[in-house]
């Protein structure tokens, strides 16, 4: 079975969008830019486009690559402050030579629709979560989508990313499944995945996954959005080998990517409506 994430993504954001319909709140997403890479861009654009859709407000912080640290974080209180916008994203990476975990730190949690505000990280993995990142978010909705219990399952996540791996697992966990995390250091990687009933990959490197590393039958998450030796967009699943011994699988494209944004959109609804007490 393919998890079609880009379906799903499109009817949760009709339920958004016929949300924001029924009620007088006016959500509006900020988002900062630092530098020109184009797949930053193009996800900003998305972002953008996705609240265009839905009836989202959204505004659009653009600064240079040469940026400080400093800079950002200026830009990131000016919207603290301003209470018509409910949701503040930094897209990542930022250039280098920027501190991301001071920026992100500078995001007040309330605003924190990326869900990656040390503070919202802290309810994640103590059972309590609040705005959770909207990767991980995405997924555990597919899951939820499909009817794919977690509970009592062996999940292996690939990967071991702040924005990824760690709060995959810890939704997995608090969704009861037995979590294994492996990362470049993990010995045996294929011996590790190859026992999970539910397999996330997060390692960013094109079609790393191959059969050999599946259980037969079991659900394969993809999250890599790499491109091949020809410039092809791929996962990190051989796609082709995989999917015909996994009992459910996600393309690339339209599997997590598009979940990730109507992710985004769900958490900005929320936000919104807390700030106006609903
Ligand atoms: N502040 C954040 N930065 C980043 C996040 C994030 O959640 N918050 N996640 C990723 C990038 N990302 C969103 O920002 C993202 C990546 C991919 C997609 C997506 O829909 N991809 C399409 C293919 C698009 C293409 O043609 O390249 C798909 O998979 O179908 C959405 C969002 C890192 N940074």
Known sequence: MILNGKELSEKRLAIVKSEIEKTDLKPCLATVIVGEDPASQLYVRMKHNACGKVGIRSVGVELPGDSMTE???????????????????????????????????????????????????????????????????????????????????????????????????????????????????????????????????????????????????????DVGTNHDENGKLCGDVDFEKVEPIASAITPVPGGVGPMTIATLMENTLESARRHANL
Do not use: W
């Open 71 to 221: 800079d950002v974080i200026n830009a990131v209180e000016k919207l603290n402050k301003d209470p018509a916008v409910h949701g503040i994203l930094v897209q990542l990476p930022l250039p280098r030579g920027i501190d991301t975990e001071k920026v992100i730190e500078s995001v007040i949690p309330e605003k924190d629709v990326d869900g990656f505000h040390p503070l919202n990280n802290g309810r994640l993995f103590s059972g309590r979560p609040d705005f959770v990142p909207c990767t991980p978010g995405g997924i555990m909705t597919i899951l939820r989508e499909y009817e794919i219990d977690p509970a009592g399952k062996k999940a292996v996540v690939i990967g071991r990313s702040v924005d990824v791996g760690r709060p995959m697992a810890a939704l997995l966990i608090n969704a009861d499944a037995t979590v294994t995390v492996c990362h470049s250091k993990t010995q045996n990687l294929a011996e590790e995945t190859s026992k999970a009933d539910i397999l996330i990959s997060a390692i960013g490197r094109a079609r790393f996954v191959g059969p050999e590393m599946v259980k037969k039958g079991a659900v394969v998450i």
